[in-house]
């Protein structure tokens, strides 16, 4: 009997080599690995200056029938008066698109939403009696306030923006938003407003409004993508500046490089006629180290 016990022994090794490879892999089925979170940050500054500028026309006026004439002009300006520091941060990771989050700058510089009327007269020029005309329309005082920016991320990029990078690997548009904090609210008698739509370069969410009721935004494309921001130098600067011209119904945005010109409201003719113009620049540096 003690001579078959090592081949016992053998038989019942070999039973459990053949058991252990089969627990192993049920249990790792059971553990999924979890997803590799990558995180990346950016501090850059940001120096912004710009302005909206609407004008309506109304216009009632007749020969012999009581009317009215007056242009409203509303504009939006602001400046953070130099740089100001934001910070990004880019998330990617398996099994989700990355993720870009700004936070906004410190409230600074400058901003102010300014409407008055222009050119008021009326008309009532028949015989006999004639009817009342209203009164001229008044408007609020100037409301100032302080500029806050940030950075948002859009849809995907188009090969228009970033030459020198593929729309496959370029990342996502940004456009630059900025508030304006601390002004109040506008007066209802002369309250400003927006165009119907934007079209050109303009995003999806891109916004360019006058109003200030609750609070002014205007949020425009930068024409940069999260990975130029993410992948500027130390000593780089990135220049641009969104123009944004023509009827309030269709508005077109074009994004420049560098300042860009100073475009005009054209020319208003009939009742009814509404034309923006407006321009934001900015410069973008990365955040100096500290030494």
Known sequence: MPR???ALLLA?????LLVVPATTGTAATRTPTAPKIKTRNAKVQ?????YLEIRRLHDTTSDCFPGESW???NRYDYATGGFRNINLKRVTGEGFDPVVTSTPSAPAGTAKVEGKILGYRTTNYCTGTKAEVKPEPTCAPVRRGRTRISLLETTPSSSTDDDELTPLSSGNRLQVAVFMTGSGLDD???VGGGPESLTGDALPT????????PGNTTALPAGITTLKL???????TIRRTAIVTGPCTRAEVDVVTGAGGSPSPARLNADGDCQVAGKLSYTIRPRPVKK
């Not at 993410?230 to 780089?236: D, E």
Request: charged fraction near 20%; glycine fraction near 8%.
């Open 4 to 6: 078959h016990r090592p």
């Open 12 to 16: 019942a090794l070999a039973a459990a």
């Open 46 to 50: 940001i120096d912004v200056r710009g």
């Open 71 to 73: 242009t409203q002009v």
């Open 188 to 190: 209802p008698d002369c």
């Open 206 to 213: 891109s916004i360019a409004t006058t109003a200030i009721a």
């Open 230 to 236: 993410f992948g500027i130098r130390r000593g780089q």
